[in-house]
């Protein structure tokens, strides 16, 4: 068996699929299931099993998974403390974001970090906040930055950046002259949110239930997906949403949504950053989160 081996064979495990770990290994579904089936022939054991609709490990399968995944992990280690020997900070670095920080707070960040250390390639990818966290325990992900981080004893979170969340509406919205909403007003309003792993919506659930108002008594009218499809949907005057002020900040200056204050209910935030405690960071991530660090000391 080989690292290639190792790694397609933990991705099949955990994506449940052939078809699903080969895209991501850049590999046709008949290689990937060729080289499962080299390592089944190599350990004389059924490896996977492929009767049901998902692809779940056999017995063996679970113990080869186990150890496959400490290799993999060693193997990682190894390089990245051999990268590191040079004196210059260079490499890649893979950061999975949630859509609040991944779309309006690190693109800036991250150019201005190009500028300092222009010989570490980054690449960012945007997705909901379970969706990064799990890539990053996972070690797809090098870094992850999410709204609502999940408390996983596997994690290592830390602030990025600060944020508030308020509730919008369209200008022609009933709302939109109002001081304040009460509360109670707010369950009876027809809402847009977003879709279940959104981190604003863990977020905001949150802060209702603690104000009196349990998720499933809130007068839902569409679940919209992520932030940008919610955004659209409120300036279209589809319903009132609740959004980062870091994803509205031209609509309310140009009056196509108007926030709308919510009586006995403020919401604020960190973003953070995510990582997994038992992976070694390269020389670039630790770059980086030392860059978020002092940004986020700087802002006060």
Same mark, same amino acid.
């Given at each position: 068996?080989?690292?290639? %081996? !190792?790694?397609?064979f933990c991705r099949i495990v955990e994506r449940h699929s052939f078809s699903l770990a080969a895209d991501e290994m850049h590999i046709?579904?008949?290689? *990937?299931? %060729? %080289?499962?089936?080299?390592?089944?022939?190599?350990?004389?054991?059924? !490896?996977l099993d492929r009767s049901r609709r998902t692809v779940v490990p056999t017995d063996a399968g679970q113990v080869l998974y186990r150890y496959a995944r400490e290799i993999l992990a060693l193997h990682e280690r190894a390089r990245t403390e051999i990268d590191d020997l040079g004196d210059l900070v260079a490499g890649r670095v893979v950061i999975g974001a949630s859509t609040g920080p991944g779309e309006h707070?690190?693109?800036? &960040? $991250?150019?201005?970090?190009?500028?300092?250390?222009?010989?570490?390639?980054?690449?960012?990818?945007v997705d909901d906040t379970q969706e990064v966290v799990e890539r990053v325990l996972t070690r797809e992900f090098e870094l992850g930055a999410v709204g609502a981080p999940t408390r996983r004893p596997d994690l290592v979170a830390e602030p990025l950046a600060r944020d508030e969340v308020v509730l919008v509406c369209n200008p022609g919205h009933a709302w939109a002259s109002r001081d304040?909403?009460?509360?109670?007003?707010?369950?009876q309003e027809p809402q847009l949110v977003q879709q279940q792993g959104a981190g604003i919506r863990a977020v905001v659930e949150d802060h209702l239930r603690r104000a009196g108002l349990p998720p499933e008594r809130l007068n839902v009218l569409m679940e919209m997906g992520l &932030?940008?499809?919610?955004?659209?949907?409120a300036i279209a005057g589809g319903g009132v949403t609740f959004m980062s002020r870091w994803a509205i900040g031209p609509e309310l200056e140009h009056g196509t $949504?108007? *926030?709308?204050?919510?009586?006995?209910?403020?919401?604020?935030r960190d973003f953070y950053t995510v990582r997994?405690?038992?992976?070694? $960071?390269?020389?670039?991530?630790?770059? !980086? $989160? *030392?860059?978020?660090?002092?940004?986020?000391a700087e802002a006060g």
């Open positions: 068996m080989d690292i290639r %081996q !190792l790694r397609l046709t579904q008949p290689a *990937a299931s %060729q %080289q499962v089936r080299s390592l089944e022939r190599e350990l004389k054991t059924t !490896l707070v690190l693109p800036a &960040m $991250l150019t201005h970090f190009k500028e300092l250390y222009p010989g570490v390639e980054v690449a960012l990818h304040a909403v009460s509360v109670e007003e707010l369950g &932030m940008e499809s919610a955004k659209q949907a $949504l108007v *926030a709308v204050r919510v009586e006995g209910l403020e919401i604020r997994s405690k038992t992976r070694v $960071l390269s020389r670039a991530a630790e770059a !980086l $989160l *030392a860059y978020f660090r002092e940004g986020y």
